[in-house]
């Protein structure tokens, strides 16, 4: 198993632009979640899907952050206009939402840089 | 809103002492604990895990205290090794749904 799979692994852009971040979750795994990773905060949840349906946005900082699941292999986080507070690490992470809680599979994550 | 926290953002061992890494949580809801290891460049790992029927786990030199009285729960680890120099972050999660991290604690262990 490739694990969860995240695309680009950097990304440098300028404030203003668009960013889209991409996660290809673990075959199988019907539950993915977005998590922001910063010094001050650790990790926050973002948003997470059951079944490609988004369950709780709650953690979504602002209109301009948006994400989708279009598909069960799947799934996009944008930013538009990013801003330079926007700088963090961007993971995403899969589980098979069956039984215990037994934890995530988390992708190597998406180091954002907005200059 | 901080529901899982982290209120040591680094500890410094000796290499072959123990590493005690403290979480304290809010939500009364949560029914399962988890301990995640992270090192520079790369996703979380997990690394060991709870559930609040009990108040202890071990697994190698790896052992998680829960007490939910307190809402409190510490990462033993005996002894610690270089190679534990890590991010280590606490995680909860009430009815198998979303999980919420702490801050996180960077481990350094010295040879």
């Known amino acids: 198993d490739a694990g969860v799979i995240q695309s680009p692994r950097h990304e440098v852009t300028e404030m203003g632009q668009e960013v889209t971040l991409r996660c290809k979750p673990i075959s199988g795994h019907n539950s993915l979640f977005w998590y922001r990773q910063t010094m001050m905060r650790g990790l926050e949840l973002l948003i997470y899907?059951?079944?490609?349906?988004?369950?709780?946005d709650s953690g979504m900082p602002e209109d301009r952050f948006s994400a989708k699941m279009p598909n069960a292999s799947f799934s996009t986080l944008k930013i538009q206009p990013s801003e330079p507070r926007d700088s963090a690490v961007y993971f995403c992470?899969?589980?098979?939402?069956?039984?215990?809680?037994?934890?995530?599979?988390f992708g190597s994550g998406t180091r954002l840089t907005v200059v | 809103d901080q529901q899982v926290k982290q209120n040591s953002p680094s500890l410094s061992v000796q290499e072959g002492r123990i590493s005690i890494l403290n979480c304290d949580y809010t939500n009364s809801m949560f029914d399962y604990f988890l301990w995640y290891k992270k090192y520079p460049a790369e996703g979380p790992t997990f690394l060991i895990s709870i559930s609040s029927i009990k108040d202890k786990n071990e697994d190698g030199r790896f052992t998680v205290f829960l007490n939910k009285s307190a809402k409190h729960l510490s990462l033993h680890i005996v002894p610690s090794q270089p190679g534990d120099s890590a991010v280590y972050f606490c995680?909860?999660?009430?009815?198998?749904?979303?999980?919420?991290f702490g801050a996180g604690t960077r481990l350094t262990v010295k040879p």
């Open positions: 995680a909860a999660s009430a009815y198998n749904n979303d999980m919420r």
């Open positions: 899907f059951n079944n490609n349906v988004p369950i709780d």
């Open positions: 992470a899969s589980r098979n939402r069956t039984g215990v809680s037994y934890g995530y599979t």
